[in-house]
């Protein structure tokens, strides 16, 4: 396993992350996965003993169930707290009261020690905004966890699935107030899906953020086992829940040009799809969930792959996304500063 720093942090994390959304049974969440306790530690103990140090979950898979079973796991199996890296989140909807839910001050220090009690920790190491609360200043979200840094609770903050000036907005109150900064973002990013190479990846690469990467396979569709026609979807997520939202023609382009990799290797197309994330500059870790051990562990394989520049560039071309204002004009314009004018005379 690899590490890489976790944008301009000085914490290292594992290139791949134990992503937890199939832990727990609890409603719609049963349909991820619906994971038990011997399963859900089994899965963290292959992790783990392959060199896995980072684990990421949030307050709202399962209610709650995930973050009790991935904190009963570490306790019997008695893995050493400072070799671990857990990560958790809080925004979404945790019961019907008007307070259940968001970013308010109210509801961010509720769940903060909420999701300690179920993990069973003192601390989280990295704790995010799970996506945008319209409703609750950005000020007091950020006040808030500033606080919960500064009391020990937190060390480190991020956030999910927000727009490149909800992201800079939240960096420029902090840096105007001296705030803990946000110091990763948490965002879907697929071979089949770059749209957040718009205006996302380029906010990242400037300010210094890490880039933690969630479905990595299109909710399935890039691991080669579908096809256009929908067979092979049998009991597969993708069956009874079509998230994330994908140009499944890309997808399916994208993974007739991976095939051929794939085999040349022995291995699967998932593996490749992986492989091409984990070449991307601005990845500090891709977040991997799984079903089964034999998920788990083929996914997790994938850091063994390299793809060569020859296949990478293939792999762009045939996943690009289409041109769009004012990215191609960008693009021209950056062509005026390429080339270093010559004096004459």
Known sequence: MKYRL????GLYVSELCLGTMTYGSAGFWEVMGGLDRAAVS???????DRGINFIDTANVYSMGQSEQLVGQAIHDLGLPRDELVISTKATGIMNDLPNGRGQSRFHLMNEVDASLQRLKLDHLDLYLLHGLDPLTPLEEALDTLNDLVRSGKVRYIGLCNMAAWQIMKGLAISEKRGWSR???VQAYYTIAGRDLEREVVPLIRDQGLGLMVWSPLAGGLLTGKLSPDGKGL?????????????NEERAFRCVDAMRPMAEQRGVSVARIAL???????????????ARTIDQLKDNLEAAEVALNAEELEMLDQVSQLPEEYPGWMLERQKQYRAVVPERKG
């Open 182 to 184: 946000f110091v990763t």
């Open 6 to 9: 976790l944008g301009q942090t």
């Open 234 to 246: 049998g009991d597969s997520r993708r069956s009874t829940f079509e998230f994330p939202v994908v």
């Open 275 to 289: 492989a091409w994330l984990l070449a991307k500059q601005p990845v500090s870790s891709v977040i991997i969930g």
């Open 42 to 48: 089994a899965q963290v103990k292959y992790a783990f």
